[in-house]
């Protein structure tokens, strides 16, 4: 049996199906028994849609790159993939074995490239490799903390023979459980005067939002959302929300003022400004949850939704908090119709899309985002690392599966993979993209406000961008918004991929101390 041969089999084993990608000369030999590839014109976007794809659906992806120029392209992404947590398996091929040591050109040290971002990485050296390297790799990257992988895989080991192949899937166990923890857990938070609770993104993974909010009426106290979490957390609707935390030490220090004891669930603390106070001063700090960093505070490794529904029966209330009655929506909104504010726009925009999973890069935006919106079950993804791009190629790769998904993305961040408008009308992926114009880079302009204020009208932050022609160009139905915002009508029918532009207020505000 030839090595592509024994690739396809080993696909079909472990479900690596469909595999997204952008090849090239040294990937042709692996593809021929490939059936279902999702083609984009930058290998940026495929490695987006497969963590997109990994998320939403829950499981591994594939990922198929041109050698080490593909590669070099898509490492924004595979960082971003390490820091979402996606289990994407990632190949490449390399060039043919048999010349390589003259360094043809599309040859290189594949797998020092990825060092430091994978959390395995293998090149195949005999076709019989196959099966076990894949399934390694798979296995690797479902295991808890999830994330990428990869497999360099060399253009002629795929017209070599091999026989007696064995292929097997892995089962992963992610029922982590440790009764002994959750009643020592318990014991600290009813000794503790006045915790507060902060959700992870691990609710959403393990679909523990039921379990949080019953949680959290238990104990009557404030909850919040981990800094910058990639999907959503907890019921934003619920009286006992507080907010999603800021990246920054002092800022969540002052929120804590009060409390003494910080119980993290499923999720972490992330930092992005650096402050010189240290985190959480003497306070009680506890992180449950199976993705654990041990930054600070002690960690138990638990299931979250597990440990949520055993120690609710155990915990005792410990306050009555309940969060302004205009949290949601700032009253600002009705004052921003005629200058159309964001808020205001996003107003509108739920109106329809309520029921929409929403894919986040609206970047200077993100918090009006998430406020007007809110979390739920599959219902919010961004990027963690705070690349630019990943929106547009990761929504591609949920909307394989979700015919409602809506991306809220500013006018830079959908410059940045625009192509992949393409992938969505070839393969009719019913994507709507809501793209916020204010002419600039704001994250840019709101940062040199705070820190560098002569920087902030540089001519290099100021864009204008005909993106409607743009898209257009790529086949997509798109429209600019008129001021009623009728439009949005416009966007929310039928069942393929459309873009809107709206014209928003080029106000920029303070986003940073």
Avoid: C
Wanted: glycine residues 8%; aromatic residues 12%.
């Amino acid at each position: 049996m030839k090595g592509y041969e024994i690739l396809e089999k080993t696909l079909d084993t472990l479900n690596l199906s469909p595999v997204f990608g952008n090849p090239g000369t040294t990937e042709i030999p692996m593809l021929r028994g490939i059936r279902k590839y999702y083609l984009t014109l930058h290998d940026s976007i495929a490695l987006g849609m497969a963590d997109g794809y990994s998320q939403y659906n829950n499981t591994a992806s594939m990922v198929n790159l041109h050698s080490l120029p593909g590669l070099g392209n898509a490492m924004s992404f595979l960082n971003t993939a390490k820091w979402n947590r996606s289990p994407v398996v990632v190949t490449a091929g390399q060039q043919d074995t048999r010349h390589i040591v003259y360094d043809p050109i599309l040859s290189g040290d594949l797998m020092h490239t990825v060092s430091g971002i994978v959390k395995y990485s293998y090149e195949i050296k005999n076709p019989a490799d196959i099966p076990v390297a894949f399934r390694r790799a798979k296995a690797i990257a479902m295991t808890l903390p999830r994330g990428p992988v990869f497999i360099s895989v060399p253009m002629d080991m795929m017209d070599y023979d091999a026989e007696n192949i064995s292929y097997r899937d892995a089962k992963i166990n992610t029922g982590y459980n440790d009764p002994d923890a959750i009643e020592e857990i318990v014991e600290r938070i009813n000794r503790s005067k006045h915790p507060a609770l902060v959700f992870g993104y691990e609710i959403d993974v393990y679909n523990a939002y039921e379990e949080a909010e019953k949680f959290a009426e238990k104990l009557g106290v404030e909850v919040y959302s981990e800094p910058l979490a990639s999907r959503g957390t907890f019921n934003t609707e619920n009286i006992r929300y507080a907010g999603d935390l800021l990246p920054a030490s002092t800022l969540m220090n002052l929120k804590f003022l009060n409390n003494d004891l910080i119980i993290f669930i499923g999720g972490d603390i992330t930092f992005y400004p650096y402050l010189p106070s240290l985190p959480f001063p003497g306070k009680d700090v506890i992180f449950i949850g199976t993705d654990i960093s041990h930054k600070t505070g002690d960690s138990y490794m638990v299931n979250p939704k597990i440990f949520l529904r055993d120690a609710v029966k155990l915990v005792k209330n410990k306050g009555d908090f309940t969060r302004p009655k205009d949290y949601m929506y700032p009253n600002r909104v009705a004052r921003q119709r005629l200058s159309m504010g964001v808020d205001y726009v996003l107003f509108n925009a739920k109106k329809l899309f309520s029921d929409y999973t929403i894919v986040d890069e609206a970047i200077s935006s993100s918090e009006n985002v998430r406020a007007t919106f809110g979390y739920g079950y599959r219902k919010y993804f961004t990027a963690k690392s705070g690349q630019l791009g990943w929106a547009t190629a990761a929504s591609l790769g949920i909307g394989i599966n979700n015919q409602k998904t809506l991306v809220i993305i500013g006018d830079g961040a959908f410059m940045y993979t625009v192509q992949g408008l393409w992938t969505a009308k070839r393969y009719n992926i019913p994507v709507k993209f809501l793209v916020l114009n204010n002419g600039g880079y704001n994250i840019l302009k709101s940062f040199s406000k705070s820190y560098f204020p002569e920087m902030e009208r540089r001519e290099y932050f100021q864009l204008d961008l005909d993106i409607e022609a743009v898209s257009r160009g790529f086949g997509v139905e798109t429209r600019t918004a008129d001021k009623d915002l009728s439009d949005l009508q416009w966007l929310h029918e039928g069942n393929y991929p459309k873009v809107l532009v709206v014209n928003t207020e080029k106000t920029v505000e303070k986003m940073f101390l």
